[in-house]
């Protein structure tokens, strides 16, 4: 089993609608967890990170939370053809402190 | 402005070759990371220090030297030894320890000629 996983899609979503990403981890003693976006030859930027069970929102972007179920997800409302990127799902282990990055979700937002 | 500078953003290593990908940080920030990415995969830790004059192996360390002789800078170099080199590599640093989230630089990109 894979530390971090997530869909690779591509996730095709059409413009203004929510876009609903998912990653689940292994190690139940992970503390924080990230969002990055990463466009094709760029590197990755921060989105969002959450720390408590539960949702941060941040403007479109909210981060999702549970650590029972070892998931966390990342919703985009309102969704753009701006917002077509991989997003990167990492999660900082509990033990090692070492961040352990998902292979990343390809979104597609559709005009 | 603050930033986290790789360069440079191309490099072409030869057989036998060793290159050095430089990455500077002006964030004052005490923790830096070195990181692989191949096609379709996600980001993979080479080395990473945390603080000046240390630092430790990642996951695939294999081929690859650091130094972290200033708080600024975390050179990267890719030796012979290593047969595969042609990746992304991307720098990246954090303040403190604990929970705070690491920044990235823009990344250089190698390849074989």
């Known amino acids: 089993q894979k530390e971090v996983e997530q869909n690779s899609g591509p996730l095709s979503v059409p413009e203004g609608a929510i876009a609903s990403l998912n990653c689940t981890y292994s190690d139940r003693g992970s503390q924080s967890f990230f969002w990055y976006r990463q466009y094709s030859g760029k590197s990755p930027e921060l989105i969002m990170f959450?720390?408590?069970?539960g949702d941060k929102e941040d403007g479109r972007f909210t981060a999702q939370l549970n650590k029972a179920s070892q998931y966390v997800s990342l919703l985009i409302r309102d969704s753009q053809p701006s917002d077509s990127a991989t997003y990167l799902c990492?999660?900082?282990?509990?033990?090692?402190?070492?961040?352990?990055f998902g292979t990343g979700t390809l979104l597609a937002v559709q005009p | 402005d603050g930033g986290i500078t790789q360069s440079p953003k191309y490099l072409f290593r030869k057989e036998g070759q060793n290159v050095t990908l430089s990455c500077e940080q002006n964030?004052?920030?005490?923790?830096m990371y070195w990181y692989r990415q191949d096609p379709g995969q996600g980001l993979r830790l080479i080395y990473y220090s945390q603080i000046v004059n240390d630092f430790q192996k990642g996951d695939i360390a294999e081929g690859y030297s650091v130094s972290r002789e200033k708080k600024e800078s975390f050179p990267l170099t890719v030796t012979s030894a290593q047969k595969n080199p042609t990746a992304f590599y991307l720098c990246a640093s954090v303040r403190g320890g604990g929970d705070q989230p690491q920044h990235f630089g823009d990344g250089t990109r190698l390849s074989i000629l």
């Open positions: 990492a999660v900082r282990g509990g033990a090692t402190n070492k961040l352990i």
């Open positions: 964030l004052n920030h005490d923790a």
């Open positions: 959450i720390y408590s069970n």
